[in-house]
């Protein structure tokens, strides 16, 4: 029989009391732990931190895919522009292999595609790399692929150029590095030629060459193709073929054929004779070696005009500038007809001019200089009204008195209407490079004033005028980068 104490069940009663506090107490303290917001404070803090780790290490993935993308994209461009000029002989997916392989990117390039004619060559190349990520794996982005890609294009499309060159009397002298500067022109303008019209540029580019010095003389073709009267009865001269523009056709580029012109008077105020008796140096040009050659692809041919260009007389650049203009103007093309009727322009050119609109078409001048407008001289009426006039003044000097000569125009008027006629040609869109070989400051300012834009002047000295011609010839034949 168990006895109980009281003591012994107050042991009892305490360690069950005892176990029971024990688990109140803990559960009180979880429910103080649920309470306390400190706790949740430090777990945001911490996934913030995680976060910005992430987002910084991301900026450092990205930053790394841009540097590669660009560095692949730059070489690309650089790459297809050089394989696609017509100039370069080599295989032109090789050519764009050696960028990629000097760039360090040899494996980035996947594929080049060319297509190559005789007029046209097309290079496309497509480059991708692969980056693996530093941070971005973490959220299964394990590689970033870089892309590049371009095409480069360089096609002779119809191009229209006026070549005007001064041949005045400076011309003769010396230049600044040996040699007259007539022949620097001439080597400058027949290399020129050979640029243009290379091989590639068959039936597609057509060329104009105007000599000027007091006048531009027009030759017999032009001439009778407009409706010209003497300068002042009806009868016309056969000694030179020059039209006298009045003030008002330098405000407009075009070349009005239902006007009525008079024809350029024929004198010299010179004592120089040819062999024959008759005057040279006139003021408008008399030789055939000064006609113009008109819409021409014949590189012989215009060579060989040059190669016979002499200095004679003095300077009116608004005179060759109206030419120049005039033959990319569409006002001409009955003139261009007339010829290729004649035989003297291939029938490829029939339609040309174009119109200005015409998107496959480059109109450019080249205009030169060495030196200046000077005043301009003419024979007063009186002693010039008649046939028999003509005929004295092809064999006789034109006295410099004033009872005889007067002065048309000025120097300075001169200048107001080479502004004007370079302001029309370059409203039209007609593409103007002037050069100032061996010129003055007035000389220089004139003829950067008429070009399209300031790098478009070139003032050279001596032999720097073969570089002039070649970087315009080499403009004229640029690459467009064309996506």
Same mark, same amino acid.
């Given at each position: 029989?168990?006895?109980?104490? /009281?003591?012994?069940?107050?042991?009892?009663? *305490?360690?069950?009391?005892?176990?029971?506090?024990?688990?109140?107490?803990?559960?009180?303290?979880?429910?103080?732990?649920?309470?306390?917001?400190?706790?949740?404070?430090?777990?945001?803090?911490?996934?913030?931190?995680?976060?910005?780790?992430?987002?910084?290490?991301?900026?450092?993935?990205?930053?790394?895919?841009?540097?590669?993308?660009?560095?692949?994209?730059?070489?690309?461009?650089?790459?297809?522009?050089?394989?696609?000029?017509? =100039?370069?002989?080599?295989?032109?997916?090789?050519?764009?292999?050696?960028?990629?392989? +000097?760039?360090?990117?040899?494996?980035?390039?996947? =594929?080049?595609?060319?297509? *190559?004619?005789?007029?046209?060559?097309?290079?496309?190349?497509?480059?991708?790399?692969?980056? =693996?990520?530093?941070?971005?794996?973490?959220?299964?982005?394990?590689?970033?692929?870089?892309?590049?890609?371009?095409?480069?294009?360089? +096609?002779?499309?119809? $191009?229209?150029?006026?070549?005007?060159?001064?041949?005045? &009397?400076?011309?003769?002298?010396?230049?600044?590095? &040996?040699?007259?500067?007539?022949?620097?022109?001439?080597?400058?303008?027949?290399?020129?030629?050979?640029? $243009?019209?290379? !091989?590639?540029?068959?039936? %597609?580019?057509?060329?104009?060459?105007?000599?000027?010095?007091?006048? $531009?003389?027009?030759? /017999? *073709?032009?001439?009778?193709?407009?409706?010209? %009267?003497?300068?002042?009865?009806?009868?016309?001269?056969?000694?030179?073929?020059?039209?006298?523009?009045?003030?008002?056709?330098?405000?407009?580029?075009?070349?009005?054929?239902?006007?009525?012109?008079?024809? &350029?008077?024929?004198?010299?105020?010179?004592?120089?004779?040819?062999?024959?008796?008759?005057?040279?140096?006139?003021?408008? /040009?008399?030789?055939?070696?000064?006609?113009?050659?008109?819409?021409?692809? !014949?590189?012989?041919?215009?060579?060989?005009?040059?190669?016979?260009?002499?200095?004679?007389?003095?300077?009116?650049?608004?005179?060759?500038?109206?030419?120049?203009?005039?033959?990319?103007? /569409?006002?001409?093309?009955?003139?261009?007809?007339?010829?290729?009727?004649? &035989?003297?322009?291939?029938?490829?050119?029939?339609?040309?001019?174009?119109?200005?609109?015409?998107?496959?078409?480059?109109?450019?001048?080249?205009?030169?200089?060495?030196?200046?407008?000077?005043?301009?001289?003419?024979?007063?009426?009186?002693?010039?009204?008649?046939?028999?006039?003509?005929?004295?003044?092809?064999?006789?000097?034109?006295?410099?008195?004033?009872?005889?000569?007067?002065?048309?125009?000025?120097?300075?008027?001169? !200048?107001?209407?080479?502004?004007?006629?370079?302001?029309?040609? +370059?409203?039209?869109?007609?593409?103007?490079?002037?050069?100032?070989?061996?010129?003055?400051?007035?000389?220089?300012?004139?003829?950067?004033?008429?070009?399209?834009?300031?790098?478009?002047?070139?003032?050279?000295?001596?032999?720097?005028?073969?570089?002039?011609?070649?970087?315009?010839?080499?403009?004229?034949?640029?690459?467009?980068?064309?996506?």
């Amino acid at each position: 029989m168990t006895v109980f104490q /009281p003591g012994h069940i107050a042991e009892q009663e *305490d360690h069950r009391a005892g176990d029971g506090g024990i688990f109140v107490r803990a559960w009180r303290r979880a429910g103080d732990f649920r309470r306390d917001e400190g706790g949740a404070l430090i777990l945001f803090a911490l996934f913030i931190f995680i976060l910005m780790l992430l987002i910084g290490g991301m900026a450092v993935d990205f930053m790394r895919f841009e540097t590669t993308r660009t560095k692949i994209q730059n070489t690309v461009d650089r790459a297809v522009l050089a394989a696609a000029s017509l =100039n370069q002989t080599r295989d032109p997916a090789d050519v764009v292999q050696d960028y990629f392989d +000097k760039a360090g990117l040899g494996g980035a390039l996947q =594929n080049v595609i060319v297509e *190559d004619d005789l007029n046209h060559r097309k290079v496309q190349a497509i480059a991708r790399a692969d980056i =693996n990520t530093f941070f971005l794996h973490m959220s299964d982005i394990n590689t970033l692929s870089a892309p590049g890609g371009g095409t480069a294009e360089e +096609k002779v499309t119809n $191009v229209e150029v006026s070549l005007v060159l001064d041949i005045s &009397g400076s011309m003769g002298r010396e230049s600044s590095t &040996g040699g007259t500067k007539i022949e620097l022109l001439r080597d400058a303008a027949k290399d020129f030629v050979d640029t $243009v019209l290379n !091989d590639d540029a068959e039936d %597609k580019i057509s060329l104009s060459l105007i000599s000027y010095s007091a006048q $531009v003389n027009a030759g /017999p *073709d032009i001439f009778n193709q407009m409706n010209v %009267k003497g300068s002042y009865i009806d009868a016309t001269h056969n000694y030179s073929h020059c039209i006298e523009f009045e003030t008002a056709d330098f405000n407009t580029a075009e070349l009005d054929l239902y006007k009525t012109y008079r024809q &350029g008077q024929h004198f010299s105020p010179y004592n120089y004779y040819d062999s024959d008796g008759t005057l040279t140096y006139t003021n408008c /040009p008399k030789y055939e070696r000064d006609r113009i050659i008109a819409f021409s692809q !014949d590189k012989s041919e215009l060579k060989d005009r040059i190669e016979d260009l002499e200095p004679e007389a003095n300077t009116a650049i608004h005179m060759g500038m109206k030419w120049g203009t005039a033959l990319l103007d /569409p006002s001409t093309r009955p003139i261009a007809s007339g010829l290729i009727g004649m &035989g003297k322009v291939d029938n490829v050119f029939n339609g040309r001019p174009a119109d200005y609109d015409d998107e496959d078409t480059l109109k450019v001048i080249v205009l030169m200089t060495d030196g200046e407008n000077v005043n301009t001289l003419r024979v007063k009426r009186r002693h010039y009204n008649s046939t028999w006039e003509y005929n004295y003044w092809n064999t006789h000097k034109v006295p410099w008195s004033s009872s005889y000569l007067y002065y048309k125009y000025t120097a300075a008027q001169a !200048d107001d209407m080479l502004d004007n006629i370079c302001d029309a040609a +370059k409203a039209q869109g007609i593409k103007v490079y002037t050069v100032g070989f061996e010129v003055g400051n007035h000389g220089a300012s004139v003829m950067e004033n008429c070009a399209t834009q300031p790098s478009y002047f070139f003032r050279v000295e001596g032999i720097e005028i073969a570089d002039a011609f070649q970087a315009i010839a080499n403009d004229i034949n640029r690459l467009r980068l064309t996506q």
